[in-house]
T-cell receptor
Framework: NAGVTQTPKFQVLKTGQSMTLQCAQD?????MYWYRQDPGMGLRLIYY???????DKGEVPNGYNVSRLNKREFSLRLESAAPSQTSVYFC?????????????FGPGTRLTVL | KQEVTQIPAALSVPEGENLVLNCSFT??????LQWFRQDPGKGLTSLLLIQSSQREQTSGRLNASLDKSSGRSTLYIAASQPGDSATYLC????????????FGKGTHLIIQP
């Protein structure tokens, strides 16, 4: 049981390049989330998907797009990377329901934009 | 907008001590309050989840309490060990449209052997 997996683990981009961060969960969870973690800012929600086929903006969605490819996979895309997007990105999943259960987090992707 | 504050930001204590980490939140309309542990360079691991109707939850040497009316939660760690060294994060689940967690900035805990 792998839980939540993320690829890649590390990435360095130049300003203006694009990339997609991949996330998959094998727990048959309905809800999935993307967060970013910055020093002094804590974790902030970028986008979330309450169920397969739906996505919604979180606190800091600008500069990102997401795709809920199927129930297992939720990807985050940076179309034109900026230095301000240098961060650690975490994917999480939750079984679902009225917020009664915990979120399970992946190991993170460390992204540097030069 | 929900805001979560954790005090202290950092704490260093000798092994064996009992300690308390504090978390406060501004909006008491929460579904639950969660405590996570984060080791350096790693993801988050859930420690305890307290539903809004509960007052406390216990897991081994950890005990978390919740006082919604005052907007406070505490994480009590008994008989601390060097392996407890990590950053501890609390997060409020306010539900609603975002269905995401609002995190505090964490308490960086060091247990001295």
């Amino acid at each position: 049981n792998a839980g939540v997996t993320q690829t890649p683990k590390f990435q360095v981009l130049k300003t203006g390049q694009s990339m997609t961060l991949q996330c998959a969960q094998d727990m048959n969870h309905n809800s999935m989330y993307w967060y970013r973690q910055d020093p002094g800012m804590g974790l902030r929600l970028i986008y979330y998907s309450a169920s397969e086929g739906t996505t919604d903006k979180g606190e800091v969605p600008n500069g990102y797009n997401v795709s809920r490819l199927n129930k297992r996979e939720f990807s985050l895309r940076l179309e034109s990377a900026a230095p301000s997007q240098t961060s650690v990105y975490f994917c999480a999943s939750r079984r679902g329901g009225a917020g009664t259960d915990t979120q399970y987090f992946g190991p993170g992707t460390r992204l540097t934009v030069l | 907008k929900q805001e979560v504050t954790q005090i202290p930001a950092a704490l260093s204590v000798p092994e064996g001590e009992n300690l308390v980490l504090n978390c406060s939140f501004t909006d008491s309309a929460i579904y639950n309050l969660q405590w996570f542990r984060q080791d350096p360079g790693k993801g988050l691991t859930s420690l305890l989840l307290i539903q809004s109707s509960q007052r406390e939850q216990t897991s081994g040497r950890l005990n978390a309490s919740l006082d919604k009316s005052s907007g406070r939660s505490t994480l009590y760690i008994a008989a601390s060990q060097p392996g407890d060294s990590a950053t501890y994060l609390c997060a409020a689940n306010s539900g609603g449209g975002a269905d995401g967690l609002t995190f505090g900035k964490g308490t960086h805990l060091i247990i001295q052997p």
